[in-house]
């Protein structure tokens, strides 16, 4: 069909290699060329640097996204690109600013994250119907585009762990003048600026 991608090939291609290539797939979705959700998972992995709770957001957000994927590729749901696209950069704004001035409890900032998780899936799925997928590998390819979206996920919230750690040992009472207001300042910026020009775009 035109404008999609097409994955099929010649041979049929055997479900370990569809799989492993939707992997790949989706793990280069996130990261690095989908610097909206890179940036919203960085600014909920700078929310907090006690494992369970962060455990707790990632929880919230993969869910929440492998359920509006999972549903969109189905036909279950569908939402406009113009309302989810300008929701997404602004979840990456709210989510900056709340490591600024918030001081909610775990429970409803994973709320929170959930709900935008939700319109991330729906980011994920517009982007994985792209490519034009075979009835009979649309379930594997579904599941490994998801594992490499998990994968990247994991890979970003350990970077960010790993340096929130080395900050606040290095600066035990300014880790966060040092690292998480600064860097959740820019992110916000970056989301806010993406939001006005996907609105008006």
């Known amino acids: 069909s035109s404008g999609k991608i097409a994955i099929h090939e010649s041979e049929p291609i055997n479900v370990r290699q569809k799989l492993l290539q939707f992997i790949s797939i989706g793990f280069d979705h996130v990261a ?5 959700h890179l940036l919203f998972i960085v600014g909920m992995a700078l929310s907090t640097f006690l494992l369970k709770r962060l455990l707790l ?10 359920l509006t994927l999972g549903m969109a590729m ?50 994920f799925a517009s ?4 490519f034009d997928m075979e009835p009979d590998s649309f379930l594997v390819t579904l599941i490994g585009f998801n594992v490499g979206v998990e994968l990247a996920q994991i890979a970003i919230v350990i970077c960010v762990l790993l340096t929130v750690l080395i900050n ?34």
Do not use: C
């Open 57 to 66: 957001l990632v929880t919230a957000f993969t869910v929440a996204h492998t």
């Open 168 to 201: 606040k040992k290095i600066f035990p009472n300014h880790y966060r003048q040092v690292l998480i207001i600064p860097v959740s300042v820019i992110i916000s910026i970056i989301g806010f600026w993406w939001g006005i020009e996907r609105v008006i775009g």
């Open 32 to 36: 690095p060329l989908g610097w909206d």
């Open 127 to 130: 982007m994985l119907k792209n």
């Open 74 to 123: 189905y036909g279950l749901i569908e939402m406009p690109a113009n309302f989810v696209e300008p929701v997404i950069a602004f979840s990456i704004s709210y989510v900056a600013i709340e490591n600024i001035f918030g001081n909610q409890s775990i429970m409803r900032k994973s709320l929170i994250v959930f709900l935008f998780g939700l319109i991330h899936g729906l980011g």
